[in-house]
């Protein structure tokens, strides 16, 4: 619900909806890339111009929008910003009040030992650690749904030790990559994949076949 969202944000981020609006936040896991983004790019060759898993999230998700002609349905995406430079919706908080990942973050961590340093919190996935992305929100504005059930995230990194390792990597050795590891995981990325996220935006079409 929209009221779970904005009960633990300051009222700028707030979503402009009733508390009981029903959204879904929309994950990719790791077996996007072979099930959804190649299919997209062979198909949709010349009319990739931005970002490749931008315009394939955003296919997908406008296509689901059409299997409810009858309703309103709003979409928001990771990647959208404001006039104000704020992103539309804060992706990791919204994953985390639906119940889909942990959002780890520095007052999850007892003993801090940073000190004055700026440390960003990250989500993980019980099933995928930190194989996978959250894409964006699905809102239903005239669905309306005050007896749902809020789920809790599933805290799988649930030692004081682990979360400061957890927080360490991501902010210090992201590159690397060893974060989205924390826990044992079902599946991750294809080597293909990694070398695609790891390449710069600019040289990522290439990587697909695309000319820039």
Not at 9 to 31: E, G, M
Not at 141 to 162: G, M, N, R, W, Y
């Amino acid at each position: 619900k929209v009221g779970w969202y904005n009960a633990v944000l300051q009222p700028a981020f707030h979503l402009p909806y009733p508390d009981d609006t029903l959204a879904f936040v929309v994950l990719s896991t790791p077996s996007m890339f072979d099930k959804a983004l190649k299919p997209f790019v062979s198909k949709e060759r010349l009319k990739i111009i931005r970002d490749p898993v931008d315009q394939c999230v955003s296919h997908h998700l406008s296509r689901v929008k059409e299997k409810f002609p009858d309703q309103r349905v709003d979409i928001m995406f990771d990647y959208e910003m404001l006039p104000s430079r704020k992103p539309k919706f804060l992706a990791q908080t919204a994953a985390h009040v639906a119940g889909a990942a942990y959002y780890y973050q520095r007052k999850d961590v007892k003993l801090d030992p940073w000190g004055k340093k700026k440390i960003f919190g990250v989500c993980i996935h019980p099933k995928y650690g930190g194989w996978f992305a959250i894409r964006g929100l699905l809102l239903f504005p005239a669905i309306q749904v005050p007896f749902l059930e809020q789920p809790a995230p599933v805290d799988c990194v649930s030692t004081e030790e682990k979360r400061i390792e957890l927080l360490e990597q991501f902010n210090f050795h992201w590159q690397d990559g060893r974060y989205r590891d924390i826990i044992e995981v079902k599946e991750r990325y294809s080597e293909e994949q990694k070398a695609y996220f790891a390449t710069p935006p600019a040289e990522r079409l290439r990587l697909l076949g695309l000319s820039q």
